[in-house]
Nanobody, 123 residues
């Protein structure tokens, strides 16, 4: 599975941004798709996951209510809609795929990773 993330950029606090991740390479219908982020000087952390088949999802507490993960089966794409962005959301955002029907927030349980897209939120 190849993942291509895009949509990052420089925005101001309070703005919105939508990240996209296109998956290719093989059928991923039973995968869990996740978004993670890594801020400068910090470890990579979980942001959200979505179950490709059902659309069920979960979020980190720090983004719950502000971010929405979604998928488009026809386009093999996963999205992360981000609202009310804060400077602390500044990070490189990565999409990832877990080749399992079981959900996880653990970085090491995701099998495929995109290249990352930088989101910078200015105050």
């Amino acid at each position: 599975v190849q993942l291509q993330a895009s949509g990052g950029g420089l925005v101001q606090a309070g703005d919105s941004l939508r990240l996209s991740c296109v998956a290719s390479g093989r059928t991923i219908s039973r995968c869990i798709m996740g978004w993670f982020r890594q801020a400068p000087g910090k470890e990579r952390e979980f942001v959200a996951w979505i179950r490709w088949s059902s659309g069920g999802s979960d979020y980190a507490e720090s983004v719950r209510g502000r971010f929405t993960i979604s998928r488009d089966n026809g386009k093999n794409s996963v999205y992360l809609q981000m609202h009310s962005l804060k400077p602390e959301d500044t990070a490189v955002y990565y999409c990832a795929a877990r080749d399992s029907a079981f959900v996880s927030r653990a970085i090491n349980e995701y099998d495929y990773w995109g290249q990352g897209t930088l989101v910078t939120v200015s105050s």
